[in-house]
């Protein structure tokens, strides 16, 4: 009866455009119009933080910011860049509770961060404080991460690090401010000191500007011991063209 019952469903209930809700093949799919105006990053970009370069290249490049300012972490990606269709995408996840976009957007990651991990890796997404939590009933950053781990074949631990101070909401503040605000707001969580310690850790977030939540959180893993870090963030701010 699964068959049947499947293409029941099927009937009763199409795929829909992650977007526009339009009719598609496939479940978690996005449409081709859409799929076209959904700025996917590609080509050739900073090995550290995922910025895209210009040109092209057979050897690890960097970005003038990460030149003059190495961050912690060994390496990053991200999969959109923060405008358009990759906004509009992020805060129907953050902020409208459609989840099914994490799932989407694990295959779409784990294209991007799978040169940054190995079959010990530990995917750990960035913290939400409990007050946030409860307020917005999920962390996104914990969902994609669950969908990146799934689409590498990796463990996750959605608890593995904890922000123990509450801080205002970062967007619109500039790079000196949001490094301040969130000095040593995230540590590790003492119960998975044993999981963490010596072992890789992919780290992910939802969005990266100016690297201050992944830098915090990275200080967060070495002061635990782990393995190197990596990050990997679904969208990340791009200056303009």
């Not at 997404?125 to 689409?151: D, K, Y």
Request: some cysteine; charged content about 25%; hydrophobic content about 40%.
């Amino acid at each position: 009866m699964r068959g049947p019952m499947q293409t029941l469903l099927r009937m009763l209930y199409p795929p829909r455009c992650l977007i526009c809700g339009g009719l598609v093949e496939s479940d978690f799919g996005l449409c081709a119009g859409c799929w076209r105006e959904t700025p996917f990053l590609s080509g050739l970009a900073c090995a550290t933080c995922g910025a895209p370069l210009p040109g092209e290249s057979e050897r690890e490049e960097h970005c003038d910011a990460c030149l003059a300012s190495p961050p912690l972490w060994r390496a990053g990606c991200a999969t959109l860049a923060y405008r358009d269709n990759g906004r509009t995408l992020v805060l129907m996840l953050k902020r409208g509770d459609r989840h099914d976009i994490a799932a989407a957007a694990g295959p779409w990651m784990a294209a991007r961060a799978r040169p940054l991990a190995g079959p010990e890796t530990l995917v750990v997404p960035v913290p939400l404080h409990l007050r946030r939590h409860l307020r917005r009933r999920f962390n996104q950053s914990a969902l994609l991460a669950r969908g990146l781990a799934e689409a590498l074949g990796l463990d996750w631990c959605p608890d593995a690090l904890l922000r123990i101070r509450h801080t205002p909401v970062l967007e619109g503040r500039g790079r000196e401010e949001r490094f301040r605000t969130l000095a040593d707001a995230i540590v590790a969580n003492p119960k998975r000191a044993e999981l963490l310690k010596g072992r890789p850790v992919l780290l992910v977030d939802d969005v990266l500007t100016t690297g201050a939540t992944f830098y915090e959180a990275t200080a967060a893993c070495r002061a635990a011991d782990t393995g190197a870090v990596c990050v990997c963030a679904l969208a990340r701010t791009v200056k303009d063209t």
